[in-house]
């Protein structure tokens, strides 16, 4: 590799750069997994434990304190529990791109010896941040199935489309980390800013109520958000035992992509000057 020659920045160069670097993805991903455990008694234990106990917590707050119901929609979300596997799901998915996102801004200063002293293939960083973010969703999704089947006797069979409907989130939460973490090395006061915007978007969200609670013209605000799509069809296919849909899905996994390749593109643009801000 060549580290004055120009990045290419094509969807193709992407998906070589991702293949091709494959293995290290893994192996860096399975070092933060393990490495976020490490000198823990109990350590990946707690992967599975973290979301479960949360789902306990819920259910109690929510559903036995104060007995919420949730307004509007299958009358799947009326049965005990069934708030906290409702407001749980949404939480999975605004996780996922949180953690993400919030970690995106430091993730060339953090890894300045790559910039400075190794060849290294930096387009990686968010791939890899983003498959740890996945693996932590992916316990969740377990015990998200758990409680499904707790409160409601029964795992609709329709829950197999949940990889289906997060996979474009996942491709738009990457073209925004890509995007963040050249700017974040330009600007620092990103990450600060990112922080709290993903806390407010956790309540502009339809993670606490369901997108029929929002006053009509403001509903259209609300599916701007790119994570309103994914949070109704993940509760969709998950509680309610409905299909997803797939126009919907193919409408915005087009713009998913497309948004990654910007953000990828924006990196691979920027990313000569790392070396002489660091």
């Not at 377990?142 to 989130?169: E, K, N, R």
Request: with cysteine; net charge positive; aromatic share 12%.
């Amino acid at each position: 590799m060549n580290p004055h020659a120009a990045a290419r920045t094509s969807p193709a160069a992407l998906a070589r750069s991702v293949w091709s670097n494959r293995e290290l993805i893994a192996a860096m991903v399975k070092r933060e997994v393990v490495g976020r455990y490490r000198g823990s008694v109990m350590g990946l234990l707690w992967s599975l434990l973290t979301p479960l106990l949360m789902l306990v917590v819920y259910t109690f707050v929510f559903s036995v304190v104060l007995k919420a119901r949730w307004s509007g929609g299958p009358a799947a979300g009326d049965g005990h529990g069934q708030f906290a596997i409702l407001l749980f799901s949404g939480l999975i998915v605004h996780g996922l791109f949180a953690e993400v996102v919030n970690r995106a801004p430091t993730l060339v200063i953090g890894n300045a010896n790559y910039v400075k002293r190794v060849v290294f293939p930096l387009e990686v960083l968010p791939v890899i941040t983003a498959g740890a973010a996945l693996f932590h969703a992916a316990v969740s999704f377990l015990v998200l199935l758990g409680g499904v089947l707790v409160a409601t006797g029964s795992i609709p069979w329709t829950a197999i489309f949940f990889p289906l409907v997060v996979a474009p989130l996942l491709l738009l939460t990457l073209g925004v980390a890509w995007f963040l973490a050249s700017l974040g090395v330009y600007m620092r006061d990103v990450g600060q800013v990112v922080g709290l915007l993903t806390t407010v978007l956790l309540f502009l969200s339809p993670v606490f109520f369901p997108i029929s609670a929002v006053p009509e013209a403001f509903r259209p605000w609300m599916h701007v958000n790119p994570l309103t799509f994914v949070i109704e069809q993940a509760r969709a296919v998950m509680v309610f035992g409905q299909r997803p849909d797939l126009q919907g899905w193919a409408l915005y996994s087009v713009g998913a992509c497309v948004f990654a390749w910007i953000g990828y593109a924006w990196f691979q643009k920027t990313r000569k000057g790392f070396a002489d801000v660091l």
